[in-house]
């Protein structure tokens, strides 16, 4: 049976066989090796590989996700979220959704030089790029390679409009370029919290920020006059559903400008990931967790269909749409269309422009 590893998410690090995969055991080359916690679960130890994409901007079609271009300048995620859907991806890597995504770690640093080259471009239309809508920018292996600063240096220069999703404090460090793009109308921010308890959080997201230092950030970027909302996604059943009235509240003292939420979600490898994690760590409400989400999503674990795989169906859905209107009401939180700038982008000069 699997050990579960001190600060990680998933409890299991097995292939779905979806890409006729074999199952992944643990060989030795990404364990530390020399330390031993007490239950006999070597702790994992983080790696980064760089890779070298072609182009860096990837391009949206689905009609239920607000917007058309986006980046991550990362493969895989520190933070160990257990729910994340981004998972999944790290199948096509020959590596697994589980404690693979979470310590098998790509970086992309090209990213800037690939992004300036992509904004040159004959032809290139404008529209916001978000970032972390995969996984997160912000997540600790930034610190050291500041990729994403790199990006955004790019896109100030350019006045390029950019939209950040992350659940990190670590944005803070890139405020000098944040706020003066604000003042312009470029940026806006989205700082995800999915709970106010302590060890909640440290279960769900074993690696990012305290849910006090995200909300913290909130108040340094509103302070700073950068819009920023707050995203309550994804809403566990029987986990953190009871908590949705508090966080609209805190997010509102902090000072956000509208509150977002999604129930679960739970596509491919990341069910089997999250019942073995409900086992582990809930094991007294499993079964009730995984019918309430099987409510929302039609009998399934997971409804992929647009429009409903965002909000659920059903009178589950129906009253967490209720009681996040209610909470957002009552502390003045209107939901609003995000508008950034895009009549301000220039494209950067090529080697020849420069010389006229």
Known sequence: MAKTRPARGATVNRESGRFNLPERAADGDWL?????VDDGAAPLRTTVTIDTPRTII???????????????????CEHGCIYCFARPTHAYLDLSPGLDFESRLFAKP???????????KRG???????????????????????????????????GHPVFITTKSDRILRDLDLI?????????????????????????????????????????????????TYVSISPVIPAITDHEIEHLIARAAQAGARSVNYIPVRLPHEVAPLFR????????????????????????????PNFGTRMRGQGPWAELLRT????????????????????????APAGA???LF
């Open 32 to 36: 530390d090796d020399r330390e031993i």
């Open 58 to 76: 990837t391009r949206n079609t689905s009609p239920d996700i607000g917007f058309d271009q986006s980046i991550n300048p990362y493969r895989g």
């Open 110 to 120: 090209d990213a800037p030089v690939l992004l300036r080259a992509e904004l040159g």
């Open 124 to 158: 290139y239309v404008v529209q916001p790029i978000a970032f972390g809508t995969n996984t997160d920018p912000y997540q600790p292996i930034e610190t050291e390679w500041r990729i994403m600063r790199g990006c955004l240096e790019v896109l100030a220069e350019t």
């Open 179 to 227: 706020a003066p793009m604000a003042k312009r109308g470029l940026v806006a921010v989205m700082i995800s919290v999915t709970s106010l308890d302590p060890r909640t959080a440290m279960t769900v997201e074993p690696r990012a920020p305290t849910p006090e230092r995200r909300l913290a950030a909130v108040k340094a970027l509103s302070d700073a006059g950068v819009p």
């Open 276 to 303: 073995a994690w409900l086992d582990e760590h809930f094991p007294d409400r499993a079964a009730k967790v995984m019918a309430t989400i099987q409510s929302l999503r039609g009998g399934r674990d997971n409804d």
């Open 323 to 346: 009681r996040v209107q209610i909470a957002c009401r009552k502390h003045g939180l209107v939901r609003e269309k995000l508008v950034l700038r895009t009549d301000l982008f220039r």
């Open 352 to 354: 020849q422009g420069e």
